[in-house]
């Protein structure tokens, strides 16, 4: 090692005393500040912290928001924001390189929030949160209403009053901070927690939801313009009403709101009618309808009485049907008279055919008839007997054991001579198509390309299987299968168009190897490859 100079009076540190000093140099002279510029890139690990450049257009600072500060910020950093960053300048002696760690971050006036705002709008735009056939209409008479703001603000206390004096009905409040970082998250839970109450549950479910806060700047307002109020807005299954700031305010949520109300009060008056006037409406309605009713029933009544007018006196409607029946009346009892005659005289001619005597008469032919009859049966009977069992008889000797030991017989010779018969058909057949099958198999040993190829033939075909009959078709770097008589050869085009010269692959195939679908080409007569005789 060399020693150093004994003249040198230059101090010694390390590195780590240097790297510190200037960590705390820069600390001392730079302190807490605030920087305007613009946000570059943006690094969110997983660790939490995020880590993002600051830059104008000459230069660029490394800056870093601790895990602790992010949930604190009033805005989300974005690239391409431009932003005032309050924090202190320090260094990582790790890497050498000074930095700012950002306690606070808001934008740099309202331009850049008027940027970010319309960007954010054209985004949430194009994806149809603002399309008019989204909105729906509001309930004519609501019976309950929720209100998300803030529960202590003068706001829900106008809203109530303004509720009271028209329609007193039922109103729920969902407490939210109303401005702040945390106000974007706690509106869409207010709203996305009323669309979560069930039908007919311990909380009644709100038929009307409203979004109100009183005025204030672009940056009270923020958090009304956040994304997931937004979404939340849009997604609501209840009816909503935005009245966020005075009528010269607007944020995004009025745009996705299915009404936007010019104040908080105004929002009250457009959600419920007045009652009083509601009631004079209903007696006017109520008065019109019993006057129109009264004018009706006088209308019928006048034309009732000149139809009636018209109509023919009932005595003169009555008087024909008056003298039809005073003429029956009158016909009556000489009708009576003639009838009861008429039915006396047909009674006694009953009365003569019914004596004694033609009733023992009548009886004493009935009973011969039934004599008659029952002799005819007993006849019948007898004939009827006889024949069956004549029948009975002439069955019972035909069914003797010797007749049917006869057919037995007559039908075993009958079978075994058919067997005889079948067994000689059969050999004659199969010797016929046993000399069938060898003509043709001679012929297609005649026909096949197999003989060919063992004169010194060869056979080429293309890698699909197909047969080459050009040059033409194979071109240089076309791979070939060369079908010869004792193998086969794989080979590779050198040239095309021309005569081709190629290079064997593989060594010849010994003929007990042959490939599979070859073997399978010679035992069926109809495939492909036993059809190529005509190629030579």
């Known amino acids: 090692m060399t020693e150093a100079s004994p003249n040198s009076n230059i101090a010694e540190f390390t590195v780590s005393d240097i790297s510190f000093s200037i960590k705390r140099t820069l600390e001392d002279a730079f302190g807490y500040v605030r920087v305007r510029g613009e946000l570059g890139r943006i690094s969110r690990p997983g660790s939490g912290h995020i880590y993002l450049d600051l830059k104008d257009d000459r230069s660029v600072?490394?800056?870093?928001?601790?895990?602790?500060?992010?949930?604190?910020?009033?805005?989300?950093?974005?690239?391409?924001?431009?932003?005032?960053?309050?924090?202190?300048?320090?260094?990582?002696?790790?890497?050498?390189?000074?930095?700012?760690?950002?306690?606070?971050?808001?934008?740099?006036?309202?331009?850049?929030?008027?940027?970010?705002?319309?960007?954010?709008?054209?985004?949430?735009?194009?994806?149809?949160l603002f399309a008019p056939e989204r909105k729906r209409p509001l309930p004519t008479l609501p019976r309950v209403i929720g209100v998300v703001t803030s529960p202590t603000g003068a706001v829900i206390r106008d809203i109530l009053h303004r509720i009271s004096d028209r329609f007193p009905l039922h109103v729920l409040v969902w407490p939210v901070r109303v401005q702040g970082e945390t106000c974007g998250a706690e509106v869409a839970n207010g709203i996305r927690g009323f669309n979560a109450l069930p039908e007919g549950g311990a909380i009644p479910r709100p038929d009307l939801i409203i979004v109100a806060r009183g005025g204030g700047s672009l940056e009270d307002l923020w958090g009304f313009n956040d994304e997931a109020v937004v979404r939340a807005a849009a997604e609501s299954a209840i009816p909503l009403i935005s009245a966020v700031g005075h009528e010269t305010d607007w944020t995004l949520i009025d745009l996705a709101a299915d009404l936007r109300a010019p104040t908080p009060t105004g929002a009250a008056e457009i959600a419920v009618p007045?009652?009083?006037?509601?009631?004079?409406?209903?007696?006017?309605?109520?008065?019109?309808?019993?006057?129109?009713?009264?004018?009706?029933?006088?209308?019928?009544?006048?034309?009732?009485?000149?139809?009636?007018?018209?109509?023919?006196?009932?005595r003169d409607l009555l008087a024909l049907p008056r003298q039809r029946f005073d003429f029956a009346a009158g016909n009556l009892e000489r009708g009576l008279s003639v009838n009861t005659r008429a039915h006396r005289t047909r009674l006694m001619r009953a009365e003569a055919l019914l004596t004694p005597l033609t009733l023992a008469r009548r009886t004493t032919q009935a009973r011969d008839r039934l004599t008659g009859l029952e002799e005819r049966l007993a006849r019948a009977l007898t004939v009827a007997i006889a024949s069956q069992s004549q029948r009975l008889n002439a069955v019972s000797g035909r069914l003797t054991p010797a007749p049917l030991i006869r057919q037995i017989r007559l039908g075993q010779?009958?079978?075994?001579?058919?067997?005889?018969?079948?067994?000689?058909?059969?050999?004659?057949?199969?010797?016929?198509?046993?000399?069938?099958?060898?003509?043709?198999?001679?012929?297609?040993?005649?026909?096949?390309?197999?003989?060919?190829?063992?004169?010194?033939?060869?056979?080429?075909?293309?890698?699909?299987?197909q047969p080459l009959r050009n040059p033409a078709d194979a071109p240089a770097g076309t791979l070939l299968s060369i079908e010869l008589a004792g193998g086969q050869l794989a080979a590779e085009v050198v040239e095309g168009d021309g005569p081709a010269s190629s290079s064997a692959s593989s060594s010849t195939v010994p003929p007990a190897k042959k490939p599979r679908a070859a073997k399978a080409a010679a035992s069926k007569p109809d495939a492909p490859a036993s059809r190529q005789g005509s190629l030579f």
Do not use: C, H
């Open 413 to 465: 010779e009958r079978l075994g001579t058919l067997s005889t018969r079948l067994g000689r058909t059969g050999q004659q057949l199969t010797q016929e198509r046993r000399a069938r099958l060898d003509s043709l198999s001679k012929l297609l040993k005649s026909l096949s390309y197999k003989d060919v190829l063992s004169r010194g033939y060869a056979l080429v075909r293309a890698a699909d299987g």
């Open 61 to 128: 600072l490394s800056a870093v928001i601790w895990k602790g500060a992010v949930s604190k910020l009033k805005i989300q950093p974005e690239q391409g924001l431009e932003v005032i960053a309050t924090g202190k300048v320090t260094t990582f002696p790790g890497q050498s390189k000074y930095q700012m760690v950002i306690d606070a971050l808001e934008p740099a006036g309202a331009g850049a929030l008027m940027a970010l705002l319309e960007e954010r709008k054209r985004k949430l735009a194009a994806e149809g």
């Open 274 to 314: 007045v009652k009083a006037e509601l009631m004079a409406s209903l007696n006017d309605l109520n008065r019109r309808l019993s006057a129109g009713l009264l004018r009706l029933v006088a209308s019928r009544r006048t034309e009732l009485r000149a139809a009636a007018a018209a109509l023919p006196a009932p």
